[in-house]
Nanobody, 115 residues
Framework: QVQLVESGGGLVQAGGSLRLSCAASGSIFSINAMGWYRQAPGKQRELVARITRGGTTTYADSVKGRFTISRDNAKNTVDLQMNSLKPEDTAVYYC?????????WGQGTQVTVSS
């Protein structure tokens, strides 16, 4: 089992910044990739960004150039720096840890961007 605890969500004006953090504990040795997903009301959960243990990153087109994902393998944390936030970034953001055949999820943290 892997436990994920997120922090850092909140309310920000358009153009502002927020940093999300996720701490993993438990059977973390088997985690291949970690990342962030988001789900807005009435929409499906979507990938925002992910990073492999080796540091390879993937971003959704909508956040490229504005968001940066980073990972500290020693501390078992993954952060998402979000800059130039837009109202359409408003969603519940979920931390994800992936290993073969299994995905683990955090409880989610709300990010609200006002216009």
């Amino acid at each position: 089992q892997v436990q994920l605890v997120e922090s850092g969500g909140g309310l920000v004006q358009a153009g502002g910044s927020l940093r999300l953090s996720c701490a993993a504990s438990g059977s973390i040795f088997s985690i291949n990739a970690m990342g962030w997903y988001r789900q807005a009301p009435g929409k499906q959960r979507e990938l925002v960004a992910r990073i492999t243990r080796g540091g390879t990153t993937t971003y959704a087109d909508s956040v490229k150039g504005r968001f940066t994902i980073s990972r500290d393998n020693a501390k078992n944390t993954v952060d998402l720096q979000m800059n130039s936030l837009k109202p359409e970034d408003t969603a519940v953001y979920y931390c994800n840890a992936h290993r073969i055949l299994i995905d683990y999820w955090g409880q989610g943290t709300q990010v609200t961007v006002s216009s």
